[in-house]
């Protein structure tokens, strides 16, 4: 995504579109964690007036993207890996419920599309060679897939908002740890069975142990920094995957 601040921006709907630009900068690493915004640099970069600019930057710190410090301005988030841990718990128990709810009320079809993604997946060269697992956007995306399947408008507001963009960050910052992809993938497939079968414990018990194995890779960081003393390194120093 290099370059996405210096492409003027077409007559849209502005802050919709600005929005989108700071988050994809963000995402990809061009506006670094704790990197300072500059409303000037950015009005010019992207070709808007300060008015546009200011509302998407409200909207990205509603998102947790960004945040406003009095007498300092506005910086890129950053998130320590015990920030990043309590996220993943909560990721937990919320997406085991939405497997739980989908097991009950995706329909037949958005489940048969999970298997084929899951196919198209397999396909990747990342996965085969067991180096990497590519996350897909909002809308293709297995775990958005299947919160959505939930049926439950609270619930889905919980897990778009917020935990989706800063879980979005830190994918597209996170190195995988090595050997995860396959197990992954695995995973996956374990939970759409759960989902064609309508069984609703099964479902929510392999999407948290899914989850979990995330979690337990960022406990093992956390310790390793403990012992070393060196305190909670930055989001994207982390190391983990799904």
Excluded: W
């Excluded at 300072?36 to 300060?50: I, P, Y």
């Excluded at 999407?207 to 305190?231: C, D, N, P, S, W």
């Amino acid at each position: 995504m290099a370059g996405t601040l210096d492409t003027k921006v077409q007559a849209q709907s502005l802050v919709d579109v600005v929005a989108e630009r700071l988050e994809a900068a963000i995402i990809s690493g061009q506006l670094e964690p704790g990197a300072k915004l500059s409303e000037q640099g950015l009005a010019a970069s992207l070709g808007v007036s300060r008015g546009p600019l200011r509302e998407a930057i409200r909207r990205l710190e509603g998102r947790k993207l960004l945040e406003r410090t009095p007498n300092i301005g506005v910086r890129v988030k950053q998130l320590s890996l015990q920030d990043l841990n309590e996220i993943l718990q909560v990721r937990e128990a919320l997406e085991g419920l939405a497997c739980s709810l989908a097991a009950r009320n995706m329909p037949d079809a958005e489940i048969a599309a999970l298997k084929r993604m899951l196919d198209g997946h397999e396909k990747q060269k990342s996965v085969q060679e067991n180096t990497g697992y590519y996350h897909e956007e909002k809308n293709l995306d297995f775990h958005f897939s299947i919160v959505a399947g939930s049926g439950n408008a609270r619930l889905i507001q919980m897990l778009s908002g917020d935990l989706h963009y800063l879980l979005r960050v830190y994918r597209h910052k996170a190195r995988p740890k090595p050997g995860r992809a396959a197990q992954v993938l695995r995973e996956h497939r374990a939970i759409v069975t759960a989902l064609e079968r309508r069984d609703p414990v099964a479902a929510e018990q392999a999407m948290r142990e899914h989850l979990r194995h995330a979690r337990r890779y960022v406990e093992e960081q956390l310790a390793a920094e403990g012992e070393a003393e060196t305190g909670p390194a930055p989001m994207g120093r982390t190391r983990t995957l799904d």
